[in-house]
């Protein structure tokens, strides 16, 4: 598979970012014409994943850096890797249940289960100590066109 | 993001509106829970229709406010909720809590 486009981004871990780095990914994603629904399935899945960094990476008191890089392919799909640097997950299969959460109050323990129903794939890699990276691939849709 | 509450005798309903995110979601959470405390309706409302965008920081909202009302025996319901809203929400099986009303 050939990449065809790419950028990155790095970022403080402020909750501010988080709508930032969404409309960044989806604006960026708008290249593959993707349809609403599609590009709001990203922009959520994207938003899940920043804001586990700002919430467990960095446990919104270090200000850390989140680091976005996303790939268009020549499949007509985005792949989109969110990396941070902070303390890891011990427990990737209990962190990826639905309505797990470490932090309890108002978080609702979604965000893996939200990105995996959203996205055709998400892997995590994590490493207690030095961070977890997130990859989310998706594939739109080819659109036909009116005039056949 | 905003929330309009409108108290009309029992019922108090918030109109959310804009996105709705875990960076947003602690100002609507006050707002809302602060017009239950002083109104402690039997019925909340919360009105998604002019909501642009909502990830899981929207449920765990929704969750919370369930989990307050619970102390009261006061119900919840949810109107409006545009389509990849209401997708989310259903995902989240907040049916089981609450009525849930799509666009």
Known sequence: MQITNKFTLTLPARSSNESFARACISAFATQLDPTIEEISDIKTAVSEAVTN???????????????????????????????????GIANIEQAM?????????????????????????????????????????KKISPRISVNG | MSVQINVT??????????????????????????????????????DFKDVTFMDSSGIGLVMGRYRNLL???????????????????????IERLA?????
Do not use: W
């Open chain 1, 53 to 87: 960094c700002i919430v467990h990476a960095y446990k919104e008191q270090v200000l850390g850096k989140i680091y976005i890089t996303a790939f268009l392919q020549d499949n007509n799909s985005i792949k989109i890797k969110i990396r941070d640097k902070g303390c």
């Open chain 2, 9 to 46: 005798g029992e019922v108090v309903t918030a109109y959310l509106g804009g996105e709705l995110d875990h960076h947003t979601a602690k100002e609507m959470r006050e707002a809302i829970d602060s017009a239950v405390e002083l109104n402690m309706p039997t019925l909340l409302i919360l």
């Open chain 2, 99 to 103: 009525k849930l009303e799509s666009r």
């Open chain 2, 71 to 93: 102390k009261t025996g006061a119900e919840l319901h949810i109107m409006g909720a545009p389509p990849q809203i209401y997708k989310m929400l259903k995902l989240a099986g």
């Open chain 1, 97 to 137: 249940e639905p309505l797990y959460t470490s932090v309890g109050g108002e978080r609702a323990g979604l965000g893996f289960a939200v990105m995996e129903s959203f996205m055709d794939s998400v892997k995590v890699s994590s490493v207690v100590g030095k961070g977890t990276t997130i990859t989310m691939t």
